[in-house]
């Protein structure tokens, strides 16, 4: 029962330093998703893809970059690693317009 | 645009008292809502939805209903137990040409139910 996986569960960056994200879903969802999680803040969709191939930027797509080579992968880049992308990380998977399926999150803090 | 409005937490609460969580949206069209919850150290789990109007929603006690009139879907729950802590966000199904299912989220809800 893998579900949405996620990797690493924690991350410390330097400012300046790029890292990938890795999210894999065994549940061959067509629909996958990145969040961030901020205190007080909720969710937000940085991006998203209905299909391998197939990527499109959410609410806050800057600093960020995706793609979907696979029906199963889903990583998030992040370029030149800023402060503010401290965050909790999300990533999520969907049938087409089903439940959405989380990942534990990864914490990564950019000093 | 869209957007989700919830009450800001902490709620504390005793162990078997009565739990409201209030939530209120803005879209256009016929969104489907939802609750989701967060346990600690843990990602989102849908807890239920409703997909229209006048829908009820329920999932281990908690019950929700879709009211169109009033742009809410307050969460309830009878009996709350300490294993009821959690963070609990409501959201609304964004569809953008039909052709995807993104959320968007409240800001979240934190409940502490003590014994």
């Known amino acids: 029962n893998a579900g949405v996986t996620q990797t690493p569960k924690f991350r410390i960056l330097k400012i300046g330093q790029s890292m990938t994200l890795q999210c894999t879903q065994d549940?061959?969802?067509?629909?996958m998703y990145w969040y961030r999680q901020d205190p007080g803040m909720g969710l937000k969709l940085i991006y998203y893809?209905?299909?391998?191939?197939?990527?499109d930027k959410g609410e806050v797509p800057n600093g960020y970059n995706v793609s979907r080579s696979t029906t199963e992968d889903f990583p998030l880049r992040l370029e030149l690693a800023a402060p503010s992308q401290t965050s909790v990380y999300f990533c999520?998977?969907?049938?087409?317009?089903?439940?959405?399926?989380f990942g534990e999150g990864s914490r990564l803090t950019v000093l | 645009g869209n957007s989700v409005t919830q009450m800001e937490g902490p709620v504390t609460l005793s162990e078997e008292a009565f739990l409201t969580i209030n939530c209120t949206y803005t879209?256009?069209?016929?969104?489907?809502l939802f609750w989701y919850v967060q346990y600690p150290g843990e990602g989102l789990q849908l807890l239920l939805k409703?997909?229209?109007?006048?829908d009820k929603g329920s999932n281990k006690g908690f019950e929700a209903t879709y009211r169109k009139e009033t742009t809410s879907f307050h969460l309830e729950k009878g009996s709350v137990q300490v294993s009821d802590s959690a963070v609990y966000f409501c959201?609304?199904?964004?569809?953008?040409?039909?052709?995807?299912?993104?959320?968007?989220f409240g800001t979240g809800t934190l409940l502490a139910v003590q014994p």
């Open positions: 999520a998977s969907s049938p087409q317009f089903g439940e959405l399926f």
């Open positions: 549940m061959n969802h067509n629909y």
């Open positions: 893809s209905v299909g391998a191939g197939i990527t």
């Open positions: 879209a256009t069209g016929y969104p489907s």
């Open positions: 409703a997909t229209k109007a006048d």
């Open positions: 959201a609304l199904s964004e569809s953008y040409g039909g052709a995807t299912n993104k959320l968007i």
